[in-house]
């Protein structure tokens, strides 16, 4: 593509609202897996989407400075529980990671402020306290997952 090109799609692109870079390969085999396992364990997808987006920003092995690991940021302890072996396998990732979602989904009764707070601080402590749980970073946490989930909502209803 000459530079031209590139430049009056990017000025379209800005111009029409959708100033998203183009999608890579990883990131569309990250959306597939995300999809694929959020409908077989009745995740709801912009959820599990949102948490990826927060988590990770799409990024396949992205490692945080508490090392979790992965588009969904699985914490060793969490990923061998669930058994994935390689965290920065997008299969077992996604997989494990979707799978932690739907269990905590059953744990606080489909509660998406409990399960997003769980999935950032630990189900532990959450189970302990609920919504009587008000660390600041966690509710900033929770805030930013359910920003992303309504972003994504009014995007899917524009088609």
């Known amino acids: 593509m000459n530079r031209y090109l590139g430049m009056a799609l990017l000025v379209f692109a800005v111009a029409s609202g959708s100033a998203q870079p183009p999608k890579t390969d990883s990131r569309r085999q990250a959306e597939y897996y995300v999809s694929v396992y959020a409908r077989h364990y009745h995740v709801p997808l912009l959820l599990a989407r949102a948490i990826v987006e927060r988590e990770s920003n799409w990024q396949v092995c992205s490692v945080s400075r508490k090392g979790a690991v992965g588009l969904m940021q699985l914490m060793p302890a969490t990923a061998r529980r ?3 072996k ?15 979602l739907a269990w905590l989904m059953q744990l606080f009764h489909y509660d998406f402020r409990l399960v997003a707070a769980a999935y950032y601080a630990g189900q532990d402590i959450v189970a302990r306290r609920g919504q009587a749980y008000h660390n600041p970073d966690v509710v900033a946490y929770v805030s930013r997952i359910r920003t992303t989930y309504l972003r994504e909502a009014a995007a899917e209803t524009k088609f």
């Open 82 to 84: 669930l058994g994935v």
């Open 86 to 100: 390689d965290r920065c396998d997008v299969d077992q990732n996604v997989s494990g990671g979707i799978r932690y």
